[in-house]
């Protein structure tokens, strides 16, 4: 079953929306993320700003209930070198297991995460958490930036005007 969902996100039954292996995907403006916006060059949000997700429920190889999430996202944040905007392009995929508890056959070598089974399990808190943590420290444009130019304009010499106090 595939749902479409614009502008807002859902709250799902997790193991049910696992078990039932359904689809959930759209699209979401960034500026719906509040968290987000914090880091963000909000000056800079434009049609390419959005986050488009996916999310399918499955059975992995643990044959565990799951979820995997694709993110695709062009985020405007400023240019650490520069300090001129640009999107930065983020592209993530996830895979988490449903259950109560961590499951003792999930160990550190796996590519999935465990998550808690949920009636109630917030999507929109689940994607911003994967791009906070996702987002580059210093981001800096692919090309080199255009040089910034250091002007100098006419300035008083301090020192000139203690010569002047001087007392011949």
Request: proline share 5%; net charge negative; aromatic share 4%.
């Amino acid at each position: 079953m595939l749902l479409k969902e614009n502008m807002e996100l859902n709250h799902i039954n997790n193991l049910d929306f696992a078990k039932r292996m359904q689809v959930l995907e759209g699209e979401v403006p960034v500026d719906y993320f509040q968290r987000l916006n914090a880091l963000l060059d909000m000056s800079g949000l434009n049609e390419q700003s959005k986050v488009a997700y996916k999310v399918v429920g499955q059975s992995n190889k643990l044959q565990l209930p799951s979820l995997h999430l694709e993110i695709d996202a062009s985020l405007p944040m400023l240019c650490q070198r520069c300090l001129e905007g640009l999107h930065v392009p983020i592209k993530l995929e996830f895979d988490y297991v449903i259950s109560e508890e961590m499951p003792e056959s999930l160990d550190e070598s796996d590519d999935a995460d465990w998550v808690e089974a949920s009636v109630d399990m917030d999507l929109q808190t689940l994607i911003e958490d994967e791009l906070l943590i996702a987002l580059p420290i210093a981001p800096l444009h692919a090309s080199p930036c255009k040089q910034l130019k250091l002007e100098v304009g006419d300035r008083v010499n301090p020192f000139s005007v203690l010569k002047s106090l001087k007392k011949d």
